[in-house]
């Protein structure tokens, strides 16, 4: 045996009995097992309460993504991206500065939360308020006190919609205490506080940003155990005010309706001939009814009729749309 020098692992392993090697591997085993935590900043909300926080912020964005383009007539698009725990220090240091930041009170949620426009994007929306197309800024810089008012207009839809997201779970109120340019200068919480980050990517025409909220734990633990699946169901009975809404905007879209009568094969010839008084004679026969088109989808028969001297379409009955016209 070697007195002068160190025996490998492997050597000491093949010293030990068969029993003990197989309770250093379980303890090796259980050592592998050990997950890293930091307790300077705990996580105090579970991935089921993390889900359920997500469905309600995903809830918003879809809200947001309908109020948006009639709001700023611009098509729109709001994708919630991540739903995160970190410390308000941490969540301040990773926004760019400058920027926008709105804090806002809610008494019924007992406290101050945050949302973040990023100047990518907040300035194309201020555009768009003025009557602009949306373009972004060619030089970065902070907004002056007069763009963050304006800002506030856009910051007013938002909170609309947020809570009506909130409205399963508690009714809210919200006002605006405070807006920055500066992150830094923001205080909703103590820096080492744990709060949940929601980012979104939103797309306004041709312009692309994010904008983040920062909601305190401590603000929905006492309400956590409201947030469920279940209550953000998709299949959930849709409000009669948001259907009249819906109805009004949609009643001012305009659509083309034409009364279509059967196509007639003609030559060219006999079509550059044509005069004004010249009478073209169609296979159509007067007794079978039109086919009446919106948008060039059918969706009705008819016939020709007159009113006060002037030809009209007497719809005579609703064609049944096959699978394409109704995919429409």
Known sequence: MRTNEILSNEEMSALLPENEQGEEARDRAKRSKVVPYNFRRPDRLSKEQVRSIYLLHDLFAHGLSSSLP?????????NLISVEQQSYGDYLRGLSDPTTIFTIASKSLRGMFAIEINSSIAFPIIDRMLGGSGKPLEEKRAATELELNILEGFLAVCTDNYREAWKPVLEIETEVVG??????????????????????????????????????????????????????????????????????????????????????????????????????????????????????????????????GRMVIQITEKQKSDTANSNT
Request: charged share 20%; hydrophobic share 45%; net charge neutral.
């Open 70 to 78: 009639l709001f700023l007539r611009a098509i729109a698009e709001i």
């Open 179 to 308: 807006k920055e340019t500066n992150p830094q200068l923001a205080q909703v919480v103590a820096p080492n506080e744990v709060v949940a980050t929601i980012v979104y990517q939103i797309s306004i025409g041709e312009a692309h940003g994010s904008m983040s909220i920062c909601l305190p734990v401590a603000m929905v633990e006492n309400i956590i155990e409201k947030f469920t699946p279940a209550t953000y169901s998709a299949n959930k009975e849709t409000p009669a005010e948001s259907t009249k809404a819906l109805l009004r905007t949609l009643s001012k879209v305009d659509l083309s309706v034409t009364a279509d009568l059967d196509r007639l094969p003609a030559a060219v010839s006999d079509l550059t001939n044509l005069n004004i008084g010249d009478v073209l004679r169609t296979n159509h026969r007067v007794e079978k009814p039109l086919n009446v088109s919106v948008n060039g989808v059918k969706k009705f028969a008819g016939r020709v009729a007159a009113v006060d």
